[in-house]
């Protein structure tokens, strides 16, 4: 049962947000496309291990989801003409027919970004439902109890349904209210693609990949919006390390230790080529492309003594000014204590510890066991150092941390 459930959590990782976005394109409500959807699975736990795992998962996951829709609408005696065109559908459909149109996961993200919705809801719902996450890692990501998450989900549902809102893209009039959720939300994918705040795995390629073309097929949608062409650069700038952060046991292997003849210099020239048609559009540099820009530094600087650590730390500053957050000062920080030295940046973290803004979460005390194991203050450090790995979600990299104290 266990190896099967593993599949089952294997083929809804990949194939989730297409199902959902195909029975939302079918129903046009949104909590009923995933409620069928997890009923579905649930019959996949009970029916794979006697009957085996279908040739095309995704497709039977489907056809069973909308089976069960057909179900509802019979019981509610309604809709009955719609009923009877897909039960049409249904008897001539075969598993070969799953073939989700390319922009549905994009409606599905458009939808989920509603204006009726608040931005905090809008990324909950998205992550649920196009990311697949869970109610405790999306808390993780949020840095909210998992109650508020669970709350705030239920409470969209509610309130698509009872805003009658299409599952559709909006009119490119419209495009402009939802734009800054969507982008938000991409990233917050993509950022869980890139470093998943729980489990085993150290980096989760479906998800930042499935981002990654979200984003590219926004930028094609929308090419004067230099947001987009700069949110693009940043995703394709990281995703071009993903085969070096990981060694072949899984473990982290951090930027400094990264073997840099394995980034991918192809996904590095689109990223520059991304940015660039951000800067041509000639709006100034939103909070995405210097985010793209920072990430540019890393990307093409041959080591990390040779990063340009001063305009790192310059474009920490700019990125503070227009989109302030700890996580952005936690960086700024890191980034000063390479270009001047550990004493002033540790200033800049004991002013985030006091704030108590990233309280509960593990960046805080692994940048400050690295700030005092540079000083020397080497019990101290072990300490932030075993109190990070205790907060960090992700195992992979818990065991970096311990390992970092134990070598103190």
């Given at each position: 049962?266990?190896?099967?459930r593993?599949?089952?959590?294997?083929?809804?990782?990949?194939?989730?947000?297409?199902?959902?976005?195909?029975?939302a394109?079918?129903?046009?409500?949104?909590?009923?496309?995933?409620?069928?959807?997890?009923?579905?699975?649930?019959?996949?736990?009970?029916?794979?291990?006697?009957?085996?795992?279908?040739?095309?998962?995704?497709?039977?996951?489907?056809?069973?989801?909308?089976?069960?829709?057909?179900?509802?609408?019979?019981?509610?005696?309604?809709?009955?003409?719609?009923?009877?065109?897909?039960?049409?559908?249904?008897t001539?459909?075969?598993?070969?027919?799953?073939?989700?149109?390319?922009?549905?996961?994009?409606?599905?993200?458009?939808?989920?970004?509603?204006?009726?919705?608040?931005r905090?809801?809008?990324?909950?719902l998205?992550?649920?439902?196009?990311?697949?996450?869970?109610?405790?890692?999306?808390?993780?990501?949020?840095?909210v109890?998992?109650?508020?998450?669970?709350?705030?989900?239920?409470?969209?549902?509610?309130?698509?349904?009872?805003?009658?809102?299409?599952?559709?893209?909006?009119?490119?009039?419209?495009?402009?209210?939802?734009?800054?959720?969507?982008?938000?939300?991409?990233?917050?994918?993509?950022?869980?693609?890139?470093?998943a705040?729980?489990?085993?795995?150290?980096?989760?390629?479906?998800?930042?990949?499935?981002a990654?073309?979200?984003?590219?097929?926004?930028?094609?949608?929308?090419?004067?919006?230099?947001?987009?062409?700069?949110?693009v650069?940043?995703?394709?700038?990281?995703?071009?390390?993903?085969?070096?952060?990981?060694?072949?046991?899984?473990?982290?292997?951090?930027?400094?230790?990264?073997?840099?003849?394995?980034?991918?210099?192809?996904?590095?020239?689109?990223?520059?080529?991304?940015?660039?048609?951000?800067?041509?559009v000639?709006?100034?540099?939103?909070?995405?492309a210097?985010?793209?820009?920072?990430?540019?530094?890393?990307?093409?600087?041959?080591?990390?003594?040779?990063?340009?650590?001063?305009?790192?730390?310059?474009?920490?500053?700019?990125?503070?000014?227009?989109?302030?957050?700890?996580?952005?000062?936690?960086?700024?920080?890191?980034?000063?204590?390479?270009?001047?030295?550990p004493?002033?940046?540790?200033?800049?973290?004991?002013?985030?510890?006091?704030?108590?803004?990233?309280?509960?979460?593990?960046?805080?005390?692994?940048?400050?066991?690295?700030?005092?194991?540079?000083?020397?203050?080497?019990?101290?450090?072990?300490?932030?150092?075993?109190?990070?790995?205790?907060?960090?979600?992700?195992?992979?990299?818990?065991?970096?941390?311990?390992?970092?104290?134990?070598?103190?």
């Amino acid at each position: 049962m266990s190896d099967i459930r593993g599949t089952v959590d294997a083929v809804w990782r990949i194939e989730g947000a297409q199902v959902v976005a195909t029975l939302a394109r079918m129903t046009g409500d949104l909590g009923l496309a995933e409620d069928l959807a997890q009923e579905a699975v649930a019959d996949a736990l009970t029916q794979w291990p006697e009957a085996g795992v279908p040739r095309n998962a995704g497709a039977w996951l489907t056809a069973v989801a909308k089976r069960r829709a057909i179900d509802t609408w019979r019981r509610q005696e309604r809709l009955q003409e719609r009923y009877r065109t897909m039960a049409h559908d249904l008897t001539e459909a075969a598993e070969d027919e799953w073939q989700p149109i390319e922009d549905d996961v994009l409606r599905l993200v458009f939808t989920a970004c509603h204006p009726v919705l608040s931005r905090e809801t809008q990324v909950c719902l998205t992550l649920r439902v196009v990311g697949g996450l869970t109610s405790e890692e999306i808390a993780r990501i949020m840095l909210v109890p998992v109650p508020t998450v669970q709350a705030r989900i239920t409470r969209a549902k509610k309130t698509l349904a009872a805003s009658r809102v299409p599952f559709e893209a909006p009119e490119q009039t419209e495009w402009q209210d939802r734009l800054g959720g969507v982008l938000g939300v991409v990233y917050a994918v993509f950022t869980e693609g890139y470093a998943a705040t729980s489990g085993q795995r150290w980096i989760r390629p479906d998800l930042a990949n499935e981002a990654l073309r979200l984003g590219r097929v926004l930028a094609r949608l929308l090419p004067r919006e230099s947001e987009v062409h700069g949110l693009v650069a940043l995703m394709e700038f990281q995703a071009s390390r993903f085969a070096a952060r990981v060694a072949a046991d899984g473990s982290p292997v951090l930027l400094a230790d990264q073997d840099r003849s394995r980034w991918d210099r192809a996904q590095i020239r689109r990223g520059q080529a991304a940015l660039a048609r951000a800067d041509q559009v000639g709006r100034g540099r939103g909070s995405y492309a210097l985010q793209a820009a920072l990430a540019e530094c890393h990307a093409v600087a041959r080591s990390v003594a040779e990063t340009d650590w001063e305009r790192i730390v310059l474009l920490y500053e700019a990125l503070g000014r227009i989109a302030p957050s700890p996580v952005v000062e936690l960086n700024r920080a890191v980034a000063v204590s390479m270009a001047t030295g550990p004493a002033s940046a540790l200033r800049i973290v004991d002013q985030l510890s006091s704030a108590g803004t990233l309280r509960g979460s593990h960046l805080l005390p692994s940048v400050r066991g690295e700030l005092l194991a540079q000083l020397g203050r080497t019990e101290e450090a072990r300490s932030e150092l075993v109190t990070a790995a205790g907060l960090a979600s992700n195992e992979r990299e818990a065991e970096v941390l311990r390992a970092k104290a134990a070598d103190l």
